[in-house]
């Protein structure tokens, strides 16, 4: 059987589905979060068809599973409304809430967010292709998270809870929110990346509107009515719709203060353009990136090929921390590249639900296309696909191709793939990867793989002030979730980690008086019958 009929026969029947990962019936969403209420939607819709595809009599066609509101700037600028009114310059239920308070709510949606696991799970799977054991893990690690959140939150507000004396003054110092929050996350971890802005902002007292991802929409719709039930009106209002249909009126309004998006630096410059007074918006971005690997000749190449499998192709290489360009000596390049290829091939592939799967479809309908076109690109400039099937394509799979030799003739030198190829570009002077770092737009990430110290000493002086994190004999990654996450130039602006998150939306803010008898009994007064919830000694176990 050619390869291409064995890629074919991943694809199964309706009926060879397995029951446990089927999600039941179609989903058809006519009804979204805004001001408190589920509204009614009976306007356009958006058919979500899944990267899996199921053999039918007509051939193999991606499944519907459902569809969602496809909403205008009219319902877009009523749920800006009901944020403005529920934040209602500092003074709303929401923003003036204790910490304890804010902390009960969200406590109260992680227990009505477990009951719904089963389906968010199921959904992730089907809108993006991710394999069933990692939807788990990225449903997991989210709830993981935001309890991460609450204890950081609680440790901070307990740092806060005491008076600090200087110079005569008195002052508690605490942090206080924003005002309204756009959050936009991406589709490659539609939940995860999109509750890492999403609770952060809300748990700090912010009001938000929240646009799910275009890929990754149908599996928030099972989490509204906990947000509806935790939260007070208007504190959390989702928009539908097309982004550049909605997106740049409520950027225009200048009533959004806070703009958090994972996805493309082009979109982010745009956006933040269109806002009328830039300096009152805070801008929290995760962007594009093209983390590289250095091989250097001094390498453990067994070690090199493990973490380059995983960090280039896991979930696909969909993620922004993949390594999506790779260094290696020379010297040591023929070895490294007949390693990699046997790694490559060993990868099983197929469908999400299947145990031990590494390579799925592709969520994205345009992507086999676009990376066709690479592949052919680097061919033109002298790469060769060097594994046996690379880039073997059946509607939405696409297996993966090591490309080599790379140069920087080609658009995978430069462009961020975002997909299961893997470029390698032979050095010969550790200033060659060096210099490309420099050069690039990108700064998020880079991995070094040496196992002399010298060597890599000599690399990492140069290249922390490159990238944000330089990670030693290991693939690039975003965690552990309390290490900062951010990136240089075009790839990030703000930080984010379990605690820097909770520092991105909010401000320092301090009430500060003058230490005399009148102003101690003041403050005593206050204190004592708890009637300020920003001015308050109260400890929160």
Known sequence: MQFREQVKEIFVTENEIPADYQVTTEIHQREYLSDGEMKKWDGNVHEVYSPICVKTAEGLKRKLIGTYPVCTEKEAFEALDAAVTAYDNGRGQWPTMSVAN????????IAKM???KDIVVKLIMWEIGKSYADSVKEFDRTVEYIYATIDALKDIDRDSSRFTIEQGIVAQIRRSPLGVVLCMGPFNYPLNETFTTLIPAIIMGNTLLFKPPKHGTLLHYPLLEAFRECFPKGVVNTVYGRGNTIIPGLMKSGKINVLTLIGSSKVANELKKLHPKVNRLRAILGLDAKNAAIITQKADLKLAVQETVLGSL?????RCTALKIVFVHRSVADEFIAQLTAEVAKLKFGMPWEKGVSLTPLPEPNKPAYLKECIEDAEAHGAKVVNEHGGTTVESFVYPAILYPVNNRMKLYREEQFGPL???VPFDDLEEPIGYLIESTHGQQVSIFSNNQEEVASLIDPLVNQVSRVNINCQCQRGPDVFPFTGRKDSAEGTLSVVDALRSFSIRSLVAAKLTESNKHLINEIVGKH???????????
């Open 102 to 109: 804010r902390i009960k709510c969200v406590e109260k949606f």
């Open 114 to 116: 477990m009951d719904q």
């Open 314 to 318: 896991s979930f696909n290489g969909q």
């Open 422 to 424: 893997i470029p390698v």
């Open 531 to 541: 009637e300020s919830n920003f001015l308050s000694t109260k400890y929160i176990f």
